[in-house]
């Protein structure tokens, strides 16, 4: 977008003071619609109604002639010394060629530089996939993987690991009964009794169960007597577990001996 260039002497200037209104305001215009139009300076006879909203605009350019801003030509007027403090059509366009051509090489330029890193990216995706050694089931014992998607393949409800077709192992699964259930038994919990509590909480989901893992490990943390080898006496079942002493249900006498001894 063009700028039309006025010093700030321009309305004290020995030309501009003594012109009405009116006419100063034909004049700077003028010079703002030729600069957008591009007309170096060139107003024609029936143009002259577009420059301003000023009433008979023909009565003030000959006002404007008379103080040598504008001369008359065979066409319409012209405004005197225009070039010399604006810039030529020629000149505008070229500079504006200039910038679309700037923007383009410079959005050309992101262009590729994006379609690079998407490249760079994908090659080191798929780099690291291949080249990565295979991460275990469980790599840290106290955050065992309960994410809702898994690579263990369905598990059939209602099946012994006898009838197992598939080569499914479940050693990762009873490994984790055992240490969910090592602080309540009085005896270490053996892998065939993680075994069995792992089939017996399996054998009662509805249908397939598609995480052996999380699923178990959900049924411990709900009820972990309920599975327990030797369940306390008096146990009653599924209830709120205590947040602060894990396995022990709401009310938990833990904390009430903890009050106990905070009040005294």
Not at 57 to 62: C, I, S, V
Not at 192 to 221: C, E, F, M, S, W
Request: hydrophobic share 30%; proline share 8%.
């Amino acid at each position: 977008m063009p700028w039309v260039r006025i010093d700030d002497q321009f309305p004290m200037h020995r030309k501009v003071r003594p012109l009405s209104d009116k006419a100063f305001r034909l004049h700077v215009s003028a010079l703002c619609w030729a600069n957008a139009n591009l007309t170096d300076g060139a107003i024609r006879t029936h143009e002259i109604t577009y420059v301003s909203d000023v009433s008979s605009p023909k009565r003030y350019t000959r006002e404007l002639c008379e103080a040598g801003l504008w001369s008359k030509t065979d066409e319409g007027w012209q405004i005197h010394d225009y070039l010399e403090y604006q810039g030529s059509a020629i000149k505008i366009r070229e500079e504006r060629a200039a910038k679309r051509a700037r923007q383009e090489r410079w959005l050309d330029r992101k262009r590729q530089e994006k379609e690079a890193q998407r490249d760079a990216s994908q090659d080191a995706s798929r780099d690291e996939s291949e080249d990565a050694a295979p991460l275990p089931s469980h790599p840290i014992p106290s955050h065992e993987d309960i994410s809702s998607q898994s690579s263990i393949p369905p598990y059939p409800a209602h099946q012994n690991d006898e009838d197992l077709t598939d080569g499914q192992d479940f050693s990762h699964v009873d490994e984790m009964v055992i240490r969910e259930l090592a602080a309540l038994a009085a005896h270490p919990i053996t892998p065939t009794q993680a075994a069995q509590i792992r089939r017996d909480i399996l054998a009662r989901a509805r249908g397939t169960v598609k995480n052996p893992h999380r699923y178990v490990q959900r049924a411990l943390r709900a009820d972990p007597y309920r599975y327990n080898p030797q369940p306390p006496q008096n146990h009653r079942g599924a209830g709120r577990m205590c947040p602060h002493h894990p396995y022990m249900p709401q009310p938990c006498t833990s904390c009430a001996a903890d009050r106990l001894a905070g009040d005294s």
